[in-house]
C-alpha cells in the first residue's frame, strides 16, 4: 500500500537559515510526489510537483526538491527561510488505484521560523 | 493558475440538521473531484472520490450515508453532512483534477461547526 513518512512533527529555523524537510514514500512504481504548503485554516497550495524526468524539482516561492529513487525521497529545501514561511506543510504522492487516481498525505511537518 | 472555490467557508449548525458544502472548479473541467476531513494539527483525510456522472467511491471507514457526495457536474461537487452531530465538526476541503490528472487544485476548505 502507498504511504508517505514525514519523520518531523515540527521544525523550527531561523530566519535566512536554510531548510530541509524529509519526506519518505512507499510506492511500487514511479510516484507522482507533491509539497504542498497550508496556512492556518486555509486550503492547501502546491509547491512543486514531481512527475518524471529532471529529480531536482523547482517550486514557487524558492523551494526545490530532489527526488532520490534509491532512498525512497522526496525532501523539501529552501536556501533561506522568510518569516513568512512559517505554516504546515504536507509531503504527498498520487497514486493509481482501483477507485482511480488519489493523492496519500503525510502527517504534515509545522515551520516555525524564529527572527 | 486554476482555481478551486468552496463554499460555505465557514458553518455553524445546530446537531441533527444537514448541510451542503459545494466544491468548484472555476476555470476548468473537473471529472474527478476528492473531498477530505482534516482534524486539528493534524493532516487530511481522503474521504471519497467524486467522479461527475458516477457514484462517489467511499474510503474505508466513512459512512457514504452519512457523507452524501454528488457530482452533477464537470465544475461542481457537493458534499451533504446528513444529521450533523458534534463529532462531524471538521475542516472538509475538497480537491479537483485536471483532465488528463495533471494537477491536483484545492478549495479554501469549509469549517463545520456542529453545537
Known amino acids: 500500500a502507498q504511504s508517505v513518512t514525514q519523520p518531523d512533527i515540527h521544525i523550527t529555523v531561523s530566519e535566512g537559515a536554510s531548510l530541509e524537510l524529509r519526506c519518505n514514500y512507499s510506492?511500487?512504481?514511479?510516484?507522482?510526489l507533491f509539497w504542498y504548503v497550508q496556512s492556518p485554516g486555509q486550503g492547501l497550495q502546491l509547491l512543486l510537483k514531481?512527475?518524471?524526468?529532471?529529480?531536482l524539482v523547482q517550486g514557487i516561492k524558492g523551494f526545490e526538491a530532489e527526488f532520490k529513487r534509491s532512498q525512497s525521497s522526496f525532501n523539501l529545501r529552501k536556501p533561506s527561510v522568510h518569516w513568512s514561511d512559517a505554516a504546515e506543510y504536507f509531503c504527498?504522492?498520487?497514486?493509481?488505484?482501483?477507485?482511480?487516481?488519489?493523492?496519500?498525505f503525510g502527517a504534515g511537518t509545522r515551520l516555525f521560523v524564529k527572527a | 493558475g486554476a482555481v478551486v472555490s468552496q463554499h460555505p467557508s465557514r458553518v455553524i449548525c445546530k446537531s441533527g440538521t444537514s448541510v451542503k458544502i459545494e466544491c468548484r472548479s472555476l476555470?476548468?473541467?473537473?471529472?474527478?473531484m476528492f473531498w477530505y476531513r482534516q482534524f486539528p494539527k493534524q493532516s487530511l483525510m481522503l474521504m471519497a472520490t467524486?467522479?461527475?456522472?458516477?457514484?462517489?467511491?467511499?474510503e474505508q471507514g466513512v459512512e457514504k450515508d452519512k457523507f452524501l457526495i454528488n457530482h452533477a457536474s464537470l465544475t461542481l461537487s457537493t458534499l451533504t453532512v446528513t444529521s450533523a452531530h458534534p463529532e462531524d465538526s471538521s475542516f472538509y476541503i475538497c480537491?479537483?483534477?485536471?483532465?488528463?490528472?495533471?494537477?491536483?487544485?484545492f478549495g479554501e476548505g469549509s469549517r463545520l461547526t456542529v453545537l
Open positions: 480537491s479537483a483534477l485536471t483532465s488528463g490528472g495533471g494537477e491536483l487544485f
Open positions: 510506492y511500487g512504481a514511479t510516484p507522482y
Open positions: 514531481y512527475f518524471s524526468g529532471d529529480t
Open positions: 504527498a504522492v498520487g497514486a493509481i488505484g482501483t477507485g482511480g487516481f488519489k493523492t496519500i
Open positions: 476555470d476548468f473541467q473537473a471529472t474527478t
Open positions: 467524486s467522479n461527475e456522472g458516477s457514484k462517489a467511491t467511499y
